[in-house]
């Protein structure tokens, strides 16, 4: 997949000297990283709404910023969708007319997407009488409907409650999906970026450290340090391929998960987190046990931690797990790289982060 966002920059904004590389092929691709290491800031050059020093911006192949070719597109001819976290809603106009200002889309296709946002019902609304999460969603579709070429979030999902981050995080993902427009959806919570995200970006005080697939940037050793998380786990993509006992069966190649039955259709796509704290591990493979999830594995590398030790682990099919067991447990299983062992997961354990199809 050819990078819908190419980004290389360097900038000194307020004294603060920075720079960041990176690009993304995916629908969403979360730039993450804890408060205060220049998300916003990157967010404002790419936009145009600040200046860096050098570098280039690129977006779906067209260059918007290239300080070697002397190429500077102004920030309102970019057509770049900067979304604040305040949302910055017009308090004198409606929900339907803030939706309206700047809209390059039929009332239709406007009325569409409101729909998707759940927020048709509001259209004759003002923004004093909206909860921040209406708000933000009234903001998402007024951005998509100036059919930006991008849309970048700026924490759009400070101060809701888990059930509204879970809406919005879906809105985020379907309109990036309705609308073509690339996203670029800024956080420094790991589960939005599990949830929302395709690509994603790990940002450390003014720099740039990783970016790639969720995955590649999950397992990555500085994004458990960065984000202040003990266990950032493993992920799983799955395929739901058939339900009993109040169960689904979730496939990975030969790889297969049961999970507790919240209504998924058969086919839909997972993704799945598992933590290294909730999977045990066995020699051998356990009988009158209700632990269900017994995943043969082979130990693909050992970690030592001042409390015990993190092993990874490697199905036959090339699926990648996480264990953390304690010092006791590793010298009592006598357990070393090579060896074939059983990963014990509860099905309750794992937690679905993304439904798709």
Same mark, same amino acid.
């Not at 309109?175 to 790990?202: C, K, N, W, Y």
């Not at 999970?259 to 999977?279: K, Q, S």
């Given at each position: @997949?050819?990078?819908?966002?190419?980004?290389?920059?360097?900038?000194?904004?307020?004294?603060?000297?920075?720079?960041?590389?990176?690009?993304?092929?995916?629908?969403?691709?979360?730039?993450?990283?804890?408060?205060?290491?220049?998300?916003?800031?990157? %967010?404002?050059?790419? !936009?145009?709404?600040?200046?860096?020093?050098?570098?280039?911006?690129?977006?779906?192949?067209?260059?918007?910023?290239?300080?070697?070719?002397?190429?500077?597109?102004?920030?309102?001819?970019?057509?770049?969708?900067?979304?604040?976290?305040?949302?910055?809603?017009?308090?004198?106009?409606?929900?339907? !007319?803030?939706?309206?200002?700047?809209?390059?889309? !039929?009332?239709?296709?406007?009325?569409?997407?409101?729909?998707?946002?759940?927020?048709?019902?509001?259209?004759?609304?003002?923004?004093?009488?909206?909860?921040?999460?209406?708000?933000?969603?009234?903001?998402?579709?007024?951005?998509?409907?100036?059919?930006?070429?991008?849309?970048?979030?700026?924490?759009? @999902?400070?101060?809701?409650?888990?059930?509204?981050?879970?809406?919005?995080?879906?809105?985020?993902?379907?309109?990036?999906?309705?609308?073509?427009?690339?996203?670029?959806?800024?956080?420094?919570?790991?589960?939005?970026?599990?949830?929302?995200?395709?690509?994603?970006?790990?940002?450390?005080?003014?720099?740039?450290?990783?970016?790639?697939?969720?995955?590649?940037?999950?397992?990555?050793?500085?994004?458990?340090?960065?984000?202040?998380?003990?266990?950032?786990?493993?992920?799983?993509? %799955?395929?739901?391929?058939?339900?009993?006992?109040?169960?689904?069966?979730?496939?990975?190649?030969?790889?297969?998960?049961?999970?507790?039955?919240?209504?998924?259709?058969?086919?839909?796509?997972?993704?799945?987190?598992?933590?290294?704290?909730?999977?045990?591990?066995?020699?051998? %493979?356990?009988?009158?046990?209700?632990?269900?999830?017994?995943?043969?594995?082979?130990?693909?590398?050992?970690?030592?931690?001042?409390?015990?030790?993190?092993?990874?682990?490697?199905?036959?099919?090339?699926?990648?797990?996480?264990?953390?067991?304690?010092?006791?447990?590793?010298?009592?299983?006598?357990?070393?790289?090579?060896?074939?062992?059983? !990963?014990?997961?509860?099905?309750?354990?794992?937690?679905? @982060?993304?439904?798709?199809?």
């Amino acid at each position: @997949m050819s990078a819908a966002v190419d980004i290389a920059l360097r900038w000194h904004v307020a004294e603060d000297p920075g720079n960041a590389t990176f690009s993304a092929g995916g629908d969403v691709t979360a730039l993450i990283g804890p408060s205060g290491v220049g998300k916003s800031t990157l %967010a404002r050059l790419i !936009a145009g709404l600040s200046q860096p020093t050098e570098g280039h911006v690129r977006v779906n192949g067209e260059t918007l910023y290239d300080s070697a070719a002397g190429v500077n597109v102004s920030a309102y001819k970019r057509g770049i969708a900067l979304v604040p976290q305040d949302s910055a809603l017009f308090p004198h106009l409606s929900v339907k !007319a803030n939706i309206g200002f700047g809209a390059k889309i !039929a009332e239709a296709e406007i009325a569409r997407y409101a729909e998707e946002a759940g927020i048709g019902h509001l259209m004759d609304r003002r923004p004093h009488t909206l909860s921040g999460g209406e708000a933000r969603r009234v903001a998402i579709v007024r951005a998509l409907a100036t059919q930006p070429k991008l849309l970048i979030l700026d924490e759009p @999902m400070t101060g809701l409650d888990p059930v509204r981050r879970r809406d919005l995080m879906t809105l985020i993902r379907t309109s990036a999906r309705l609308s073509g427009v690339p996203v670029i959806l800024i956080t420094h919570q790991i589960e939005e970026m599990l949830f929302a995200a395709d690509d994603a970006v790990l940002m450390a005080p003014a720099r740039t450290v990783t970016s790639g697939p969720i995955e590649t940037v999950l397992a990555h050793a500085e994004t458990a340090r960065l984000l202040n998380i003990d266990d950032a786990g493993s992920l799983i993509e %799955a395929t739901v391929g058939g339900r009993q006992d109040g169960l689904i069966s979730c496939c990975n190649g030969n790889t297969s998960l049961m999970l507790p039955d919240d209504g998924e259709p058969e086919g839909c796509r997972l993704r799945l987190r598992v933590l290294g704290r909730d999977v045990a591990l066995s020699k051998h %493979a356990l009988e009158d046990v209700s632990i269900l999830n017994q995943i043969e594995c082979r130990i693909a590398g050992v970690t030592e931690r001042p409390s015990g030790y993190d092993i990874a682990l490697e199905t036959a099919d090339g699926v990648q797990l996480k264990s953390r067991i304690t010092m006791r447990s590793y010298k009592a299983l006598n357990l070393k790289e090579g060896d074939t062992v059983f !990963a014990l997961i509860k099905a309750v354990a794992v937690k679905e @982060m993304l439904v798709e199809g």
